[in-house]
């Protein structure tokens, strides 16, 4: 009896992260988060990275511009999606993980099918750098955050411009949809934060959300609710159906690039300075803090199954955190890659 609850257990913990979207989601205390280990090198440094959908893939964008698709649980690498001259920064995979984006400084946006690596569609923009990117819920459209003082909607399927947003005078440095589809958001370099009603892109929200750039930026499980990372160190929640501060997080006290509501909305999971912290949004308390970094995170990745995530910036090594063991994940296998 013991053996089979055991083999339960390690059977389950594979389907997680997986992301099997069948699989009973187990319950996941934030307060509980651990630190698996620090593997992988994509790079120097990681600038960006992201989870596929499905939780098969992490693609981490390294300080030379290329991105690295790595195989979860094996962590081998499978494959490369060349940089460029100018510089990349962004990066998102579509909702059903068959292509990934990457945002060029020149302006451009690089798209290629994640299978096979091969350029489905090149996306020529202002000739302004692109920062951020971000696949609508339905991958119909693609927004993305440049420096031209304005975010730009693209068709995905026609590769053409539907709807440039403006970013009210100021360069767009963060973006991200709500996970119902119907609103967007932008971080601006002035600390202010966009919000856009996605059918018809009417803007619904301009706040005086922080004293420099926004970084970082998530919304909750139900859409009601925004958090944004500013450059001063500060989260900030937003309330959209009041429009209107829910309350300040203070205590990172460098640039905080990665911010995540838990399924539940009870608790945030920051990441920004050299540590990754976990926080009551009812008290606005700090509840857990890890520091297993020695230099600046750049970025928060988390796995669709909520169970696990990981960290990239100066260090040259990946960090990954979670709720289960390193064994369970494949991290350990990851050590020597």
Same mark, same amino acid.
């Not at 967007?184 to 929200?205: F, N, P, Q, R, T």
């Given at each position: ?38 593997? +992988?090198? =994509? ?41 460029? =001259? ?155 159906? +009041? ?22 909305? %009870? ?7 050299? &540590? ?6 009812? &008290? ?15 970025? +928060? ?17 990946? %960090? ?10 494949? +991290? ?6």
């Amino acid at each position: 009896m013991r053996f089979a609850v055991l083999m339960v257990l390690f059977v389950a913990g594979t389907a997680e992260v997986r992301g099997d979207s069948t699989r009973r989601r187990w319950s996941i205390d934030p307060r509980e988060l651990r630190f698996l280990g620090a593997m +992988l090198k =994509p790079g120097e440094k990681t600038y960006r990275m992201t989870f596929s959908p499905d939780g098969r893939h992490l693609a981490a964008l390294g300080s030379d511009g290329i991105v690295r698709l790595f195989a979860a649980r094996s962590w081998e690498k499978l494959r490369e999606f060349p940089g460029h =001259p100018s510089g990349v920064r962004g990066l998102a995979f579509s909702p059903d993980g068959k292509l990934i984006a990457a945002g060029r400084l020149n302006g451009e946006v690089q798209i290629w099918e994640t299978d096979t690596g091969a350029i489905t569609k090149t996306l020529a923009g202002t000739h302004m750098g692109v920062y951020n990117l971000a696949f609508s819920p339905d991958g119909k459209v693609l927004l993305a955050g440049e420096e031209n003082n304005a975010a730009t909607v693209w068709n995905v399927k026609d590769g053409v411009p539907v709807k440039t947003l403006d970013g009210a005078g100021f360069q767009v440095y963060s973006v991200a949809f709500s996970p119902d589809g119907r609103h967007a958001a932008g971080g601006l370099s002035s600390g202010g934060v966009l919000v856009w009603k996605v059918d018809g892109w009417e803007k619904l929200h301009t706040f005086a959300a922080h004293g420099n750039m926004v970084r970082s930026l998530s919304f909750s499980r139900d859409g009601d609710s925004l958090a944004s990372g500013g450059s001063e160190g500060l989260v900030k929640i937003w309330n959209l159906r +009041l429009g209107a501060a829910e309350r300040t997080l203070e205590g990172h006290n460098a640039v905080v690039f990665g911010v995540f509501f838990s399924s539940d909305g %009870r608790y945030l999971t920051t990441a920004g300075d050299t &540590t990754v912290r976990v926080w009551d949004r009812s &008290t606005g308390k700090e509840v857990l803090r890890h520091e297993h970094h020695k230099r600046s995170i750049y970025n +928060l990745a988390v796995h669709p199954s909520g169970r696990w995530m990981a960290t990239g910036g100066q260090d040259p090594e990946i %960090r990954f955190w979670g709720y289960d063991s390193a064994r369970i994940l494949g +991290l350990e296998s990851a050590v020597s890659k």
